[in-house]
């Protein structure tokens, strides 16, 4: 069975960190480019992050650059972005998605992606 399953999510003070994972079961993650996703309250889904398969490059979304990184361990077949930083404006349900063949840039954006997990809640609030 495919499946993506994210957690890590929570509350967290501003200035705080975070790291979510994103386990594939039922995939070969090396063969995957791997995204992060968030939808705020009343706004569309962005892209924040993604990481090739091919070379493990990795792209970030202009608003997270350096607070943000993402990694996977394929032996795992876990994802996971560590979150730094942390601001309101990063309050938002976080998705992680599978592309066989998705094209990862800055833009990290969603056509292309295959698989999406159901999301996990991040709150950044004091």
């Known amino acids: 069975q495919l499946q993506l399953v994210e957690s890590g999510g929570g509350l967290v003070q501003p200035g705080g960190s975070l790291r979510l994972s994103c386990v594939a079961s039922?995939?070969?993650?090396?063969?995957?480019?791997v995204g992060w996703f968030r939808q705020a309250p009343g706004k569309e889904r962005g892209g924040v992050s993604c990481i090739r398969s091919s070379d493990g490059s990795t792209h970030y979304a202009d608003s997270v650059k350096g607070r943000f990184t993402i990694s996977r361990d394929n032996a795992k077949n876990t994802v996971y972005l560590q979150m730094n930083s942390l601001k309101s404006e990063d309050t938002a349900v976080y998705y992680c998605a599978l592309g066989r063949y998705y094209y990862c840039s800055d833009y990290v954006e969603a056509v292309g992606m295959d698989y999406w997990g159901k999301g996990t809640l991040v709150t950044v609030s004091s």
């Open positions: 039922g995939f070969t993650l090396d063969r995957y480019a």
